[in-house]
T-cell receptor
Framework: RKEVEQDPGPFNVPEGATVAFNCTYS??????FFWYRQDCRKEPKLLMS???SGNEDGRFTAQLNRASQYISLLIRDSKLSDSATYLC????????????FGDGTTLTVKP | DAGVTQSPTHLIKTRGQQVTLRCSPK?????VSWYQQALGQGPQFIFQ???????QRGNFPDRFSGHQFPNYSSELNVNALLLGDSALYLC???????????FGSGTRLTVV
């Protein structure tokens, strides 16, 4: 079993739709959680951190469920520019701690 | 303010050769991690450097080695290249433990 697993996707949605991605992690000692966005043949870019209380950034909402060991990303009012691969990342709050990436979920927003 | 810079951007090597990839972290960042990303997969952790020491290592063979310099820049060395080493190699840095990483644009390595 992989340390970080994501919805297989791909997700194909119309503009304006709401879409949600889930990600589960296996290590209960994980302390840091992030969502990254990666465009085709580009580097991953940090989209948002995920906090225990949940957090929102415009159309994006991230939530963490430590008991069930999963995080989620909700995108409201999808735009064409949201088309990308979304990577779930789990890590540690130490300088010796690695960050583990999921394989990503591909989102295509269509007109 | 330059972000994470990597060189070279593209590289073609022959099986069995050795390669060195370079990374300069974002200003103010002292922790550098290296990742390998194969097509269609998420980045796989190779190793992390902090205070010039390898602090954590992923499931990669000893052919993969690295170094961090006093100015926090880093190198990734791969010996005895295999065809399967063809991938995008990403360097990432962060300022503080618990922060998200900032990635460089990567080095695309092709082994023929």
């Amino acid at each position: 079993r992989k340390e970080v697993e994501q919805d297989p996707g791909p997700f194909n949605v119309p503009e304006g739709a709401t879409v949600a991605f889930n990600c589960t992690y296996s290590n209960s000692a994980s302390q840091s959680f992030f969502w990254y966005r990666q465009d085709c043949r580009k580097e991953p870019k940090l989209l948002m951190s995920v906090y225990s209380s949940g957090n929102e950034d415009g159309r994006f909402t991230a939530q963490l469920n430590r008991a069930s060991q999963y995080i989620s990303l909700l995108i409201r009012d999808s735009k064409l520019s949201d088309s990308a691969t979304y990577l779930c990342v789990v890590g540690y709050n130490t300088n010796a701690g690695k960050s583990t990436f999921g394989d990503g979920t591909t989102l295509t927003v269509k007109p | 303010d330059a972000g994470v810079t990597q060189s070279p951007t593209h590289l073609i090597k022959t099986r069995g050769q050795q390669v060195t990839l370079r990374c300069s972290p974002k200003s103010g960042h002292d922790t550098v991690s290296w990742y390998q990303q194969a097509l269609g997969q998420g980045p796989q952790f190779i190793f992390q450097y902090y205070e010039e020491e390898e602090r954590q290592r992923g499931n990669f063979p000893d052919r993969f080695s690295g170094h961090q310099f006093p100015n926090y820049s880093s190198e990734l060395n791969v010996n005895a290249l295999l065809l399967g080493d063809s991938a995008l190699y990403l360097c990432a840095s962060r300022e503080t433990a618990g922060d998200g990483y900032t990635f460089g644009s990567g080095t695309r390595l092709t082994v023929v």
